[in-house]
C-alpha cells in the first residue's frame, strides 16, 4: 500500500536579504504522523510553518497538501488545516464563544454552536465560555487557541509552539487532550516546541532543523542513539538538542 | 467570493462594537459633538450672513463624515486585528485578502448609516437643516463619497501592511489632509489656481460641489456626479491595484507576518 501523504515540501528555500532562512529542506507528513519540528530560536521553524500556511512565499521549491499545490489551492486547502500558537490571541475584546463562532463561520463549521460546547467540554473550559478573552490567563487563552485549532475538524495542524510560557500541569493536560484527539480523528500534526518533554509525548518522528537546512532526522528513540552515540533505550531529545544546536554553532 | 466567510468579519466587528464603549463614542457621540459644534457656528455665521451659507456649511460637515468614519474605520478595523494579535490567525484560515476586506468595507457601511441617522436627526431637531433637501442626489453624493473613502481605507492598510502598526495612526489622521484640497466648507473656486487643479482630481470635490449647487439652485448636476464617479473607479482600481501589489511584496518579503 503506497503512503497516504497529507505534507509534502521540496526543496523549500527562503532568503531574507542576505539571510537564509530555509536551505533546500524537504520532508514529508503522512496521515496520522505528528512530526516534532525542532531547532533553536532563529533556525527556521516559524518560517517554514509561515510558508506552509501561504503568509511568506518561498523562493524556491514546492508545498503541496492533501495533493494539491499550495500556492493554486491555498484557501482550499486551508479549509482542512488549522493553525495555532501562544504568540498570537483570539480578538481581545471579544467572549470566548464569540471568538470560536467567528472562526467557526470562517471555516463554514456546521452546527458551530454544539462544536464550540463540545471543544470547550474536551478541554475543560466550559465554564469560561461567556468571559472576555482578556480575563483569561495564559493558560486559559492557549487552551482557547487549541478549542479554535480543533474547531474544523482539520486533517492538518500545525502548532507553532502552542503551550510556551505554561506551567508544566497545564501543557500536560494540553498535550493529554490533542493525543486523544489525534487519536480519534487521525489528524497530522506538526509540531515546534522548546519544550523536548512536550515532543518526546506527541511525536513519532523528529526532524531537527538548524540555521535554515534539516540537520537531523528520525524517531526520538533513533534519534537518540544516532546523535549522543549511545545505546540508550529511552528518548532524550533535550540532550540531542543541546548536542546539535552546539555542534552546528560551533562549525558556523 | 464567501458568503459565510464574508459574514464572519461582519459578526466579529458586531461583537467587538458591543463590548467597547469608545466604538459607539466613535459612531454615534463624537459625529454628535461635532455636529452641535458646526451647527452652532453655522447658527452664528447665519446671523451675520444668509442661511445659504449656513446650509453650506452644515450639508459639508455631515457629507464630509461619511468620506472620514468610513475612510477611517477600515483602517481601524483592521489595525483592530493587529493590536489584538489575531492578525496571523486570521490569515491563517481559508478567508482571501478580498473576503477579509470586503467584511471590513461593508462593516463600515453599517456605521456609517447609524452615524448619518443621528446626525440627520440632530441636525434636523435642533438646527432646521433637513438634509433631505439635497434630495435624491444625497444618495449619489453618499455613493461617491462611501467609494473614495473605501478606496482611502485600502490604501491605509497597504501602508500598514507594507511599513507596520506603527503607522497605524496614519488610518485616522490621513482623510484631514484631504480636508482643505477637497472644497468641503468652501468653493473650489476660493483655491488659488494650482490647488484648484489638485482639487479637481479629488472625487469628492465634486460633491462638495455638487452639494452646494443643489442647496443654492435646487439642480442636481449630473456632470459633477459622473466626473466624481470615473474618478472614483480610478482611484478604486488605482487603490486595489495598490494593495495587491504591496501583498504580494510583504509575501515575498516575510512583513505580512511581522505586522502581528
Not at chain 1, 483570539?90 to 471543544?119: A, M, Q, R, S
Not at chain 1, 486559559?140 to 485549532?149: D, T
Not at chain 2, 457656528?41 to 472620514?68: C, D, H, R, V
Not at chain 2, 482611502?152 to 489622521?173: C, K
Request: glycine share 6%; proline share 3%.
Amino acid at each position: 500500500m503506497g503512503k497516504n501523504l497529507v505534507l509534502e515540501v521540496k526543496n523549500l528555500r527562503k532568503k531574507f536579504g542576505d539571510f537564509l532562512a530555509i536551505d533546500d529542506i524537504s520532508f514529508s507528513l503522512e496521515e496520522g504522523e505528528i512530526l516534532g519540528f525542532l531547532g533553536p530560536n532563529g533556525a527556521g521553524k516559524s518560517t517554514t510553518i509561515y510558508c506552509l500556511l501561504g503568509l511568506i512565499d518561498g523562493d524556491f521549491g514546492e508545498i503541496n497538501i492533501f495533493g494539491k499545490d499550495l500556492k493554486k489551492h491555498r484557501s482550499e486547502i486551508l479549509k482542512q488545516v488549522n493553525y495555532a500558537a501562544a504568540e498570537f490571541s483570539l480578538p481581545w475584546n471579544l467572549k470566548l464563544w464569540e471568538c470560536l463562532y467567528v472562526y467557526g463561520k470562517i471555516y463554514e463549521v456546521k452546527n458551530i454552536n454544539k462544536k464550540i460546547d463540545e471543544l470547550l467540554e474536551i478541554f475543560e473550559i466550559s465554564h469560561l465560555k461567556n468571559k472576555h478573552i482578556r480575563d483569561l490567563s495564559f493558560g486559559q487563552r492557549a487552551r482557547g487557541n487549541l478549542c479554535k485549532a480543533f474547531l474544523n475538524n482539520p486533517k492538518l495542524l500545525l502548532l507553532d509552539e502552542p503551550m510556551s510560557s505554561m506551567d508544566p500541569d497545564v501543557v500536560d493536560k494540553g498535550i493529554s487532550l490533542i493525543k486523544q484527539i489525534q487519536k480519534e480523528e487521525k489528524i497530522t500534526i506538526l509540531y515546534t516546541s522548546h519544550n523536548m518533554w512536550e515532543i518526546e509525548e506527541v511525536a513519532s518522528n523528529v526532524i531537527f532543523i538548524n540555521h535554515g537546512k534539516i540537520i537531523a532526522q528520525g524517531s526520538p528513540l533513533a534519534l537518540t542513539k544516532q546523535v549522543l552515540e549511545n545505546k540508550a533505550d529511552e528518548p532524550n531529545l533535550r540532550d540531542v538538542f543541546i548536542h546539535l544546536s552546539r555542534i552546528k554553532n560551533e562549525s558556523t | 467570493m464567501n458568503l459565510h466567510r464574508v459574514f464572519a468579519i461582519v459578526i466579529r466587528h458586531y461583537f467587538t462594537a458591543i463590548h467597547q464603549l469608545e466604538r459607539f463614542f466613535d459612531v454615534l457621540i463624537s459625529p454628535v459633538l461635532m455636529i452641535v459644534l458646526w451647527g452652532f457656528l453655522s447658527k452664528y455665521i447665519q446671523g451675520l450672513n444668509t442661511s445659504t451659507l449656513a446650509s453650506f456649511l452644515l450639508g459639508g460637515i455631515i457629507l464630509w463624515a461619511i468620506f472620514e468614519k468610513v475612510g477611517t474605520d477600515i483602517g481601524v478595523n483592521f489595525m483592530f486585528d493587529i493590536w489584538d494579535r489575531n492578525f496571523i490567525n486570521v490569515m491563517a484560515t481559508p478567508i482571501t485578502f478580498l473576503e477579509y476586506l470586503t467584511g471590513l468595507v461593508i462593516v463600515s457601511f453599517i456605521k456609517i448609516l447609524l452615524t448619518l441617522l443621528s446626525m440627520f436627526l440632530i441636525a434636523s431637531i435642533f438646527y432646521n437643516f433637513q438634509i433631505t433637501s439635497l434630495g435624491f442626489g444625497l444618495i449619489l453624493f453618499a455613493l461617491n463619497l462611501f467609494i473614495f473613502a473605501s478606496s482611502f481605507g485600502i490604501f491605509n492598510i497597504s501602508l500598514v501592511l507594507r511599513f507596520g502598526h506603527s503607522i497605524g495612526p496614519l488610518t485616522w489622521i490621513l482623510p484631514f489632509f484631504v480636508q482643505p484640497f477637497a472644497a468641503v466648507f468652501y468653493p473650489v473656486s476660493i483655491l488659488p489656481s494650482f490647488l484648484q487643479k489638485v482639487a479637481y482630481l479629488i472625487p469628492i470635490s465634486h460633491v462638495f460641489e455638487g452639494m452646494r449647487q443643489v442647496l443654492k439652485t435646487g439642480q442636481f448636476s449630473i456632470e459633477q456626479f459622473w466626473t466624481a464617479f470615473i474618478l472614483n473607479l480610478i482611484y478604486l482600481a488605482l487603490s486595489i491595484s495598490f494593495f495587491a501589489f504591496i501583498l504580494k511584496k510583504v509575501l515575498k518579503s516575510g512583513k505580512l507576518v511581522k505586522v502581528i
